[in-house]
């Protein structure tokens, strides 16, 4: 399966952005996505995931009660909803889709789809 992902751009803190991630297959409802990000010189974290009927999600503590991952498997798409933006959380975020995963996969190794990434700049 192919991702597209979206969404990004620069905001203030405290503002909001919607990332979204497009599959090209139908199929796609059998994958579990992860969000990922990588800030410069760092390595890619896990954000959060959803499993394949959106009805479980697990999510960094990071980002805990400001990020939120959902799904439309009618659509193809994987959303994440970010609040509360903060300078700390620049980076490029990634898609990533694994099939018949739990959404709780935390290691960027368990996937092997992946999307081109959107950047995302948060200004202080």
């Known amino acids: 399966v192919q991702l597209q992902a979206s969404g990004g751009g620069l905001v203030q803190a405290g503002a909001s952005l919607r990332l979204s991630c497009a599959a090209s297959?139908?199929?796609?409802?059998?994958?579990?996505v992860g969000w990922f990000r990588q800030a410069p010189g760092k390595e890619r974290e896990f954000v959060t995931g959803i499993n394949y009927s959106g009805m479980n999600t697990y999510t960094a503590d990071s980002v805990k009660g400001r990020f939120t991952i959902s799904r439309d498997n009618a659509k193809n798409s994987v959303y994440l909803q970010m609040n509360s933006l903060r300078p700390e959380d620049t980076a490029i975020y990634f898609c990533?889709?694994?099939?018949?995963?739990?959404?709780?996969?935390?290691?960027?190794?368990?996937?092997?789809?992946w999307g081109q990434g959107t950047e995302v700049t948060v200004s202080s």
């Open positions: 297959e139908q199929i796609f409802s059998a994958y579990s």
């Open positions: 990533a889709a694994k099939l018949y995963g739990s959404g709780n996969e935390r290691g960027s190794d368990r996937y092997s789809n």
